[in-house]
T-cell receptor
Framework: DVKVTQSSRYLVKRTGEKVFLECVQD?????MFWYRQDPGLGLRLIYF???????EKGDIPEGYSVSREKKERFSLILESASTNQTSMYLC????????????FGNGTRLTVT | GIQVEQSPPDLILQEGANSTLRCNFS?????LQWFHQNPWGQLINLFY?????KQNGRLSATTVATERYSLLYISSSQTTDSGVYFC???????????WGAGTKLIIKP
């Protein structure tokens, strides 16, 4: 089974802090994604990566950056956390092969105070 | 851009009942997936179904691509089926999924 592991289940950070959310997958997937999920707004794509050192902006990249130095690891960085970044963050991975489904981690619930 | 609409938004059923969830999309798609998010937030892929019918145990899904809709059937519901069901479509092969708002299903014992 594909395993996508997010480093923290819950995080509480202060406004202005730099925040790192880590995601590791064990299936050698090329594609990795970061979403945020908010009530009433559904899932929104922040960034994705289809190869090491490659990144593409999703729908809401403002205030975020990403890093993919190794194939299995995709990090989401909040350069200066703000209260409007309080949310559930979900990492996912997939293979580029046709018919390949998306696999999610357990999520990180981030609260910025 | 493409619109994805799911119905009903909420559904409350007794254990053992059957249900049908619908996903309409406004344009042709390369890819359609159904997901279940359990009450603890874990999202699990149920089906990858751009067209045709698939079955997995008590769950089955049908996508009629020419008419731009997909249906998810849950038979003999169990309390563990509770959660939110999402459909998501991919318009082009650019890895970006467009998500519906979800159907929240509550199965009462």
């Amino acid at each position: 089974d594909v395993k996508v592991t997010q480093s923290s289940r819950y995080l509480v950070k202060r406004t202005g802090e730099k925040v790192f959310l880590e995601c590791v997958q064990d299936m050698d997937h090329e594609n990795m994604f970061w979403y945020r999920q908010d009530p009433g707004l559904g899932l929104r794509l922040i960034y994705f990566s289809y190869d090491v050192k490659m990144k593409e902006k999703g729908d809401i990249p403002e205030g975020y950056s990403v890093s993919r130095e190794k194939k299995e690891r995709f990090s989401l960085i909040l350069e200066s956390a703000s209260t409007n970044q309080t949310s559930m963050y979900l990492c996912a991975s997939s293979s580029p092969i046709y018919n390949s489904p998306l696999h999610f981690g357990n999520g990180t619930r981030l609260t910025v105070t | 851009g493409i619109q994805v609409e799911q119905s009903p938004p909420d559904l409350i059923l007794q254990e053992g009942a059957n249900s049908t969830l619908r996903c309409n999309f406004s344009d042709s798609v390369n890819n359609l997936q159904w997901f279940h998010q359990n009450p603890w937030g874990q999202l699990i892929n149920l089906f990858y179904i751009p067209s045709g019918t698939k079955q997995n145990g008590r769950l089955s899904a049908t996508t009629v691509a020419t008419e731009r809709y997909s249906l998810l059937y849950i038979s003999s519901s169990q309390t563990t089926d509770s959660g939110v069901y999402f459909c998501a479509v991919e318009r082009q092969s650019n890895y970006q999924l467009i998500w519906g708002a979800g159907t929240k299903l509550i199965i009462k014992p």
